[in-house]
């Protein structure tokens, strides 16, 4: 989208302010890196009778997956950390979807409502919600996918590893009776399966949204997680300053 161009309808967009920080752009995208590779490395192996692998084959990228796992947890942590220490709209109140007293599914009603019948500017075309960081109806999937969905996968993966190889976290788990490990290890394999593809059908989702969003407010979405800035309304901009100068008065040393 070309940023002049919006800029220069006042009664549409009003300016580009900094709103993701780079942590968090860089969190982004290394970890749709490695969600990537993780998704790679699952398929070779687990599809390594079709594809015609050798055992040892086999068990690289199944050892690749888990290298790769460690990653994704360490990921895991860097965004948690961020939510607790990050800027403003890196924490966990941009992600809460609640706001003016409202609960979950007051809000999710009235968002839906908003995205299928979305407020109109006075030309007639469509307005984005006023939030100037996480877009409130996709916070009721990124809440869930930090608090659970990424945390119990890397859960899950770090103890299949320890499980089937002998590593760490738990490298004992290897050494447990057939009895114990057989059972156990069928328990945590298939809920970290599912867990995969939980989070494909969230990636899905997050795409979805994302052409749907740009498609319907003609917005910089895509490109302000890479350059970090968005362009927002006026009352997107008048929130955004509301928020940082708070959030830089509760920094500030007294």
Not at 108 to 118: C, D, F, N, S, T
């Amino acid at each position: 989208m070309d940023k002049s161009r919006l800029l220069s309808d006042p009664d549409r967009y009003y300016a580009q302010v900094p709103v993701w920080e780079a942590r968090l752009r860089l969190w982004h995208w290394t970890n749709l890196l490695v969600f990537l590779l993780l998704i790679i490395t699952y398929l070779l192996f687990d599809n390594h009778r079709m594809l015609g692998f050798s055992k040892p084959s086999t068990v690289l990228f199944q050892k690749m997956h888990v290298y790769l796992g460690y990653l994704f947890t360490v990921l895991v942590l860097g965004r948690l950390h961020l939510a607790f220490r990050g800027q403003v709209f890196s924490r966990w109140r941009d992600l809460d979807p609640r706001y003016d007293g409202k609960g979950f599914l007051p809000v999710m009603k009235e968002e839906i409502a908003l995205h299928l019948r979305p407020k109109t500017d006075v030309r007639g075309r469509p307005v984005p919600d006023p939030d100037p960081g996480h877009n409130r109806l996709g916070r009721f999937l990124y809440l869930p996918l930090l608090t659970v969905l990424l945390p119990a996968q890397a859960l899950t993966g770090l103890l299949w590893g320890s499980l089937k190889f002998g590593m760490i976290p738990l490298p004992f788990l290897h050494s447990l009776p057939k009895a114990t490990a057989k059972p156990l290890t069928w328990v945590v394999s298939n809920l970290h399966a599912a867990g995969f593809y939980a989070l494909l059908a969230f990636l899905v989702l997050h795409l979805g949204g994302l052409v749907k969003y740009e498609l319907t407010f003609a917005s910089d979405l895509f490109s302000s997680m890479i350059h970090g800035k968005k362009i927002l309304t006026r009352e997107s901009a008048e929130i955004h300053d509301r928020l940082t100068k708070g959030s830089r008065q509760e920094n500030d040393p007294v």
